[in-house]
């Protein structure tokens, strides 16, 4: 039976916004996951616990069902969560892999949450910059200004529409305020923007990725 002696986490920039970032201290890490990643590992470590966060959306073919079949059948425990380990997570819940996250749950209750909505511009190597924002930490954003009472129920839907409507590396957080003005007063507009200094904490997927290290640190 594998133990959690070897610990391998596949991420880029849902790590980079860890806050804490000790928490990755006992993961062996490795850059975004891509197809044909998994099959080389499984060939070359021990048998151990491989978390999913990260991967390659567009330059290369992303990590395959099969290959991640392959490696739960070699006795590999394979969780996955945050963005395409979401993603894998969901299609293959009942195949063995391993779900976590609010993200995670999005995808197994809602029909219509689709895969782009996680899905970001970011640079190749460390420390991952971002060129976009995935349309899910903008859906949490504007659910906190709609309780608020700064953003109408249906103004809020509207943008989510226009967001939708673009590839998912033109959803900047720029683009986003400019939506805005559109749909407030200019009053609410300085209080929105305040709030919107400090947008780590709408940022759901690293959320969930510190969620799922602290409880699996502790156990």
């Known amino acids: 039976m594998p133990t959690h002696s070897n610990l391998i986490l596949y991420g880029g920039p849902t790590l980079a916004l860890l806050s804490q970032p000790k928490l990755l201290q006992d993961f062996k890490i490795l850059p975004p996951i891509k197809r044909g990643d998994l099959t080389l590992l499984c060939q070359s470590e021990q048998l151990g616990t491989i978390v999913i966060v990260d991967g390659i959306f567009h330059n290369y073919l992303s990590v395959s069902h099969l290959e991640i079949r392959e490696a739960i059948s070699k006795g590999w425990i394979v969780w996955g969560g945050c963005s395409i380990g979401a993603i894998r997570a969901f299609e293959m819940k009942e195949l063995g892999m391993r779900g976590f996250g609010k ?51 249906d103004s809020g839907e509207r943008i989510i529409k226009n967001l939708k409507n673009l590839w998912f590396g033109d959803r900047t957080l720029v683009l986003f305020k400019q939506q805005l003005t559109k749909f407030v007063s200019k009053n609410d507009l300085i209080q929105i923007k305040e709030i919107l200094k400090d947008f780590n904490r709408f940022r759901l997927k690293t959320k969930d990725l510190e969620q799922f290290l602290e409880s699996f640190e502790s156990k």
């Not at 895969?115 to 640079?123: G, I, T």
């Open 103 to 153: 993200i995670f749950n999005l995808y197994c209750q809602e029909e219509d949450f689709q895969d782009d909505e996680v899905a970001l511009l970011h640079e190749p190597v460390p420390p991952y910059r971002m060129f976009s924002e995935p349309l899910v930490h903008i859906r949490v954003a504007i659910q906190e200004l709609q309780t608020l009472g700064l953003l109408q129920p």
